[in-house]
């Protein structure tokens, strides 16, 4: 056992227990708790002490006692050193002691002895402390969206820092600022619109693509290796050069403020990573079915409708998600084009709200909620096609 | 026979991609090619609007004699900057009623008036009045005259179709002494926001690449910000880093960390002294950069990741043998590895960011040392409503991209021939 591994070990776990708690300690402040202090150098020493203890107990005692006594021990100590704290604030730290402990077990003075331990010993750390911080880094924002839409103005101003959701006002006035966004400010509409420009340009984008996906992955024609290049090319082609051009033109023709407009528009822009995605999976599906289709005396829209279309569903509903996905999120072309209310996609809506006179931010927060919400769920349900969508084509973004 | 075939697949092969290839060329190619047109040309916002002719129709009575009406026609051209040539008017009128008189502009013919109203300059009006009466000596019915409306026609000249061409816009965007500036603030966002997004993606897929509890979830976790919609993300982060009421500054207040509220968005320079040395740090941009890797790590964690898992095991387990270290390990097996992919995804990312609009333009709108050249063409083009140097703008992106793509596309050719 080498004292180096020893001091390492004390010093990385330590470390890990006491950002784990400072996490803990900023959730409990969000919930309006005053508490101002993280106590860095008593808990890193005492974090210490207790890393050693557990290394001295080893195998001695039961491991389930072992950890329930060292992760008490902890949350004691943490309770004498902060004062007037409610119960379920220290029962926190005692879990996440608890946890702490569960992860060191392993790194008895066997593993301390062993060649590169410190080193093993700080990248598992590293991967944990990873795991932690980049959970937190990034649902922090969405629960802050979260919150922020259940509270009120008055209470925000008081306590900048409280944010706690009472329960016992009832839902009503929960979700006041979600009725408010959807009756005073229009958001059913908005919503409305969104869905049936997103669906839309999954449609128009599909009738289009197929067919030229087949085209490109299976027929012989001039042009067609000029034709795939230049997919990707105009693929890589970004809105904002688009955008003066499309404007002086769309006004000229009359197509601002309009849906039919924009369907245009989003459909042209993801038709190329449509087709490009599409042709790519239509190329992996084997000839001879095809041929056995010709046999049988089918004609091209016959093989594409009977062979084609059933075998690459999965293919079809990736990019189906993937283009509702760039649709639904959109903003530059619905900026431009958009400016009468009536006619408002939900990313639109808001930023109109934000520009617009001093809106409440618990409206702000709840109309965000409302259009990032479905985009979620979508997600996270779909999310086999939705992965498969963005890695082949993740080139836009 | 078997040319026959071909003749027909090569048929079947135009008709099935015509639709996408018409519709894409009318929305982005022809559109790219129109920003160069412009960019030669003094156009603005104002102008875009087509001119017209207009006319309002007032009624009235005239006293003491209900068979006889008079009608003034309003007239005006509605743009403030340009003519219009060779006006006419057409107004409809019910049965039995005729004018008595017609100045030598108009005519009067089976019910229908028809007047050659010649050439209005800008801003242009007059006042047409006609008198006119009942046939049959009966009273005249003022709604039956107002249901019908007047037609004008008219010949302007479209602004953005005429020959006249100026260097003027280049001039103002080279010369501009904001030039230089923008050039820098648009590469050291889109530099350091590629790099931050790789690195971060980096070690995401090397954590997420090791077994552990709730690891698909994390996966999913990582691709939130990504999936998420921009507008909603950057309001989000606006309140989160408000200087007043925002969340961040309050926390590092409470826990003493800093003395007073900083202005992550709206502050441009922070001094810091690093070792006894002032920098001066952009301090906005910098907050910005922050941003747009939390939103684009998890693209590069997803290409990497995939990449991650090819990597045979087997490779692992020697160096395990030869008694390797994590650090040798990830710099001579892992990084190899998936170094072809970082360089792609380093391209890639560097054309997006390069081209990134709307997460600076809803955090800062531009302001405070944030204005990058996507800004810039948003701000001359509608802000301010020069089109033409929103267009010229434009145009420098084009051909900074030109290049990019040129070297990206040598660089995936590389890559092709050493597969």
Same mark, same amino acid.
């Given at each position: 056992?080498?004292?180096?591994?020893?001091?390492?070990?004390?010093?990385?776990?330590?470390? #890990?227990?006491?950002?784990?708690?400072?996490?803990?300690?900023?959730?409990?402040?969000?919930?309006?708790?005053?508490?101002?202090?993280?106590?860095?150098?008593? !808990?890193?020493?005492?974090?210490?002490?207790?890393?050693?203890?557990?290394?001295?107990?080893?195998?001695? !005692?039961?491991?389930?006692?072992?950890?329930?006594?060292?992760?008490?021990?902890?949350?004691?100590?943490?309770?004498?050193?902060?004062?007037?704290?409610?119960?379920?604030?220290?029962?926190?730290?005692?879990?996440?002691?608890?946890? #702490?402990?569960?992860?060191?077990?392993?790194?008895?003075?066997?593993?301390?002895?062993?060649?590169?331990?410190?080193?093993?010993?700080?990248?598992?750390?590293?991967?944990?402390?990873?795991?932690?911080?980049?959970?937190?880094?990034?649902?922090?924002? #969405?629960?802050?969206?979260?919150?922020?839409? &259940?509270?009120?103005?008055?209470?925000?101003?008081?306590?900048?820092?409280?944010?706690?959701?009472? &329960?016992?006002?009832?839902?009503?006035?929960? =979700?006041?600022?979600?009725?408010?966004? =959807?009756?005073?400010?229009?958001?059913?509409?908005?919503?409305?619109?969104?869905?049936?420009?997103?669906?839309?340009?999954?449609?128009?984008?599909?009738? =289009?693509?197929?067919?030229?996906?087949?085209?490109?992955?299976?027929?012989?024609?001039?042009?067609?290796? =000029?034709?795939?290049?230049?997919?990707?090319?105009?693929?890589?082609?970004?809105?904002?050069?688009?955008?003066?051009?499309?404007?002086?033109?769309?006004?000229?023709?009359?197509?601002?403020?309009?849906?039919?407009?924009?369907?245009?528009?989003?459909?042209?822009?993801?038709?190329?990573?449509?087709?490009?995605?599409?042709?790519?999976?239509?190329?992996?599906?084997?000839?001879?079915?095809?041929?056995?289709?010709?046999?049988?005396?089918?004609?091209?829209?016959?093989?594409?409708?009977?062979?084609?279309?059933?075998?690459?569903?999965?293919?079809?509903?990736?990019?189906?998600?993937?283009?509702?996905?760039?649709?639904?999120?959109?903003?530059? &072309?619905?900026?431009?084009?958009?400016?009468?209310?009536?006619?408002?996609?939900?990313?639109?809506?808001?930023?109109? !709200?934000?520009?617009?006179?001093?809106?409440?931010?618990?409206?702000?927060?709840?109309?965000?909620?409302?259009?990032?919400?479905?985009?979620?769920?979508? &997600?996270?349900?779909?999310?086999?096609?939705?992965?498969?969508?963005?890695?082949?084509?993740?080139?836009?973004? | 026979?078997?040319?026959?075939?071909?003749?027909?697949?090569?048929?079947?092969?135009?008709?099935?991609?015509?639709?996408?290839?018409?519709?894409? *060329?009318?929305?982005?190619?022809?559109?790219?090619?129109?920003?160069?047109?412009?960019?030669?040309?003094?156009?603005?916002?104002?102008?875009?609007?087509?001119?017209?002719?207009?006319?309002?129709?007032?009624?009235?009575?005239?006293?003491?004699?209900?068979?006889?009406?008079?009608?003034?026609?309003?007239?005006?051209?509605?743009?403030?900057?340009?003519?219009?040539?060779?006006?006419?008017?057409?107004?409809?009128?019910?049965?039995?009623?005729?004018?008595?008189?017609?100045?030598?502009?108009?005519?009067?013919?089976?019910?229908?008036?028809?007047?050659?109203?010649?050439?209005?300059?800008?801003?242009?009006?007059?006042?047409?009045?006609?008198?006119?009466?009942?046939?049959?000596?009966? %009273?005249?019915?003022?709604?039956?005259?107002?249901?019908?409306?007047?037609?004008?026609?008219?010949?302007?000249?479209?602004?953005?179709?005429?020959?006249?061409?100026?260097?003027?816009?280049?001039?103002?965007?080279?010369?501009?002494?904001? +030039?230089?500036?923008?050039?820098?603030?648009?590469?050291? $966002?889109?530099?350091?926001?590629?790099?931050?997004?790789?690195?971060?993606?980096?070690?995401?897929?090397?954590?997420?690449?090791?077994?552990?509890?709730?690891?698909?979830?994390?996966?999913?976790?990582?691709?939130?910000?990504?999936?998420?919609?921009?507008?909603?993300?950057?309001?989000?982060?606006?309140?989160?880093?408000?200087?007043?009421?925002?969340?961040?500054?309050?926390?590092?207040?409470?826990?003493?960390?800093?003395?007073?509220?900083?202005?992550?968005?709206?502050?441009?320079?922070?001094?810091?002294?690093?070792?006894?040395?002032?920098?001066?740090?952009?301090?906005?941009?910098?907050?910005?950069?922050?941003?747009?890797?939390?939103?684009? +790590?998890?693209?590069?964690?997803?290409?990497?990741?995939?990449?991650?898992?090819?990597?045979?095991? %087997?490779?692992?387990?020697?160096?395990?043998?030869?008694?390797?270290?994590?650090?040798?390990? +990830?710099?001579?097996?892992?990084?190899?590895?998936?170094?072809?992919?970082?360089?792609?995804? +380093?391209?890639?990312?560097?054309?997006?960011?390069?081209?990134?609009?709307?997460?600076?333009?809803?955090?800062?709108?531009?302001?405070?040392?944030?204005?990058?050249?996507?800004?810039?063409?948003?701000?001359?083009?509608?802000?301010?409503?020069?089109?033409?140097?929103?267009?010229?703008?434009?145009?420098?992106?084009?051909?900074?991209?030109?290049?990019?793509? *040129?070297? $990206?596309?040598?660089?995936?050719?590389?890559?092709?021939?050493?597969?």
């Amino acid at each position: 056992m080498k004292i180096k591994n020893i001091f390492t070990y004390c010093f990385i776990s330590s470390l #890990f227990l006491f950002s784990l708690i400072c996490i803990w300690k900023i959730l409990v402040t969000l919930q309006g708790i005053e508490l101002t202090n993280f106590n860095f150098n008593k !808990l890193f020493i005492f974090g210490i002490i207790l890393c050693a203890i557990n290394l001295l107990i080893g195998k001695k !005692l039961n491991l389930n006692i072992k950890l329930i006594l060292l992760a008490l021990l902890f949350s004691i100590f943490d309770y004498f050193i902060s004062t007037n704290l409610p119960i379920w604030y220290s029962f926190g730290i005692f879990l996440i002691s608890l946890f #702490f402990f569960n992860n060191i077990k392993d790194y008895d003075k066997n593993f301390l002895s062993k060649n590169h331990s410190s080193q093993k010993l700080f990248f598992n750390f590293l991967t944990l402390f990873g795991i932690t911080l980049f959970s937190f880094v990034i649902l922090f924002p #969405f629960y802050m969206m979260l919150v922020t839409s &259940f509270k009120t103005q008055a209470l925000l101003l008081l306590n900048p820092l409280d944010f706690s959701i009472n &329960f016992a006002q009832g839902l009503p006035a929960l =979700f006041k600022s979600y009725f408010i966004v =959807f009756k005073d400010y229009n958001f059913g509409r908005y919503m409305l619109t969104s869905t049936i420009v997103s669906l839309g340009t999954v449609i128009i984008t599909l009738i =289009f693509a197929i067919p030229a996906a087949y085209a490109v992955a299976r027929l012989n024609f001039f042009g067609k290796n =000029f034709l795939s290049t230049s997919i990707l090319i105009i693929y890589l082609f970004p809105a904002i050069v688009l955008v003066i051009p499309l404007y002086t033109i769309f006004s000229q023709l009359g197509l601002r403020n309009s849906i039919e407009g924009l369907l245009i528009v989003y459909t042209a822009t993801t038709l190329p990573v449509a087709i490009y995605m599409l042709q790519g999976y239509f190329k992996s599906i084997p000839k001879e079915l095809e041929e056995a289709g010709i046999i049988d005396g089918q004609n091209w829209l016959g093989i594409i409708f009977k062979i084609i279309l059933p075998l690459s569903l999965p293919a079809i509903s990736s990019v189906a998600l993937y283009v509702f996905m760039i649709a639904w999120n959109e903003f530059l &072309f619905s900026l431009m084009f958009l400016d009468r209310p009536n006619t408002f996609t939900l990313s639109r809506a808001i930023q109109f !709200l934000n520009v617009g006179a001093e809106t409440p931010r618990q409206y702000l927060m709840a109309g965000s909620v409302v259009v990032t919400l479905p985009i979620l769920i979508i &997600f996270v349900y779909f999310e086999k096609y939705l992965v498969s969508g963005l890695t082949a084509g993740s080139v836009k973004g | 026979m078997s040319s026959k075939l071909a003749k027909i697949e090569k048929r079947t092969a135009y008709l099935l991609i015509l639709p996408s290839v018409l519709l894409v *060329f009318s929305i982005i190619l022809f559109p790219i090619f129109s920003n160069i047109w412009i960019s030669f040309k003094n156009v603005e916002l104002k102008d875009l609007r087509i001119p017209e002719p207009r006319a309002k129709k007032l009624v009235k009575s005239i006293k003491d004699n209900p068979t006889q009406i008079k009608i003034i026609y309003k007239l005006r051209n509605s743009s403030l900057t340009q003519e219009i040539t060779n006006v006419k008017f057409k107004d409809k009128y019910p049965d039995n009623i005729e004018p008595i008189s017609l100045n030598n502009k108009c005519q009067f013919k089976s019910n229908l008036l028809k007047c050659e109203l010649g050439n209005w300059p800008k801003k242009y009006r007059e006042n047409l009045e006609i008198v006119f009466q009942n046939t049959n000596n009966q %009273e005249i019915s003022k709604k039956e005259l107002k249901s019908y409306k007047p037609k004008l026609s008219g010949k302007s000249q479209n602004i953005l179709l005429t020959y006249e061409f100026t260097l003027n816009n280049f001039k103002k965007v080279i010369k501009d002494k904001a +030039f230089i500036d923008l050039l820098s603030t648009t590469f050291y $966002y889109t530099f350091f926001g590629t790099i931050g997004a790789i690195v971060f993606g980096i070690l995401a897929a090397q954590m997420v690449n090791q077994k552990f509890f709730g690891r698909t979830f994390m996966r999913s976790v990582l691709l939130f910000p990504y999936v998420a919609p921009v507008v909603a993300l950057a309001y989000t982060w606006e309140l989160l880093l408000d200087p007043t009421s925002g969340t961040l500054n309050n926390l590092l207040i409470n826990y003493q960390i800093i003395d007073g509220p900083i202005n992550l968005l709206g502050q441009k320079y922070v001094t810091l002294n690093i070792l006894g040395f002032d920098f001066k740090l952009r301090l906005a941009l910098t907050t910005v950069i922050i941003f747009e890797i939390w939103r684009y +790590f998890p693209l590069a964690f997803l290409f990497i990741l995939a990449r991650l898992q090819a990597v045979p095991k %087997e490779l692992y387990e020697a160096a395990d043998v030869d008694g390797a270290n994590p650090i040798q390990k +990830f710099l001579n097996i892992t990084l190899p590895q998936i170094l072809a992919v970082i360089s792609i995804l +380093f391209m890639i990312r560097f054309i997006w960011n390069f081209n990134k609009f709307e997460d600076i333009f809803l955090l800062t709108g531009g302001a405070s040392g944030t204005r990058t050249l996507p800004i810039n063409v948003y701000q001359q083009g509608f802000s301010i409503g020069d089109i033409g140097m929103g267009s010229a703008v434009s145009i420098v992106i084009v051909v900074f991209l030109l290049i990019f793509m *040129f070297i $990206y596309f040598k660089l995936l050719g590389k890559r092709a021939d050493e597969n």
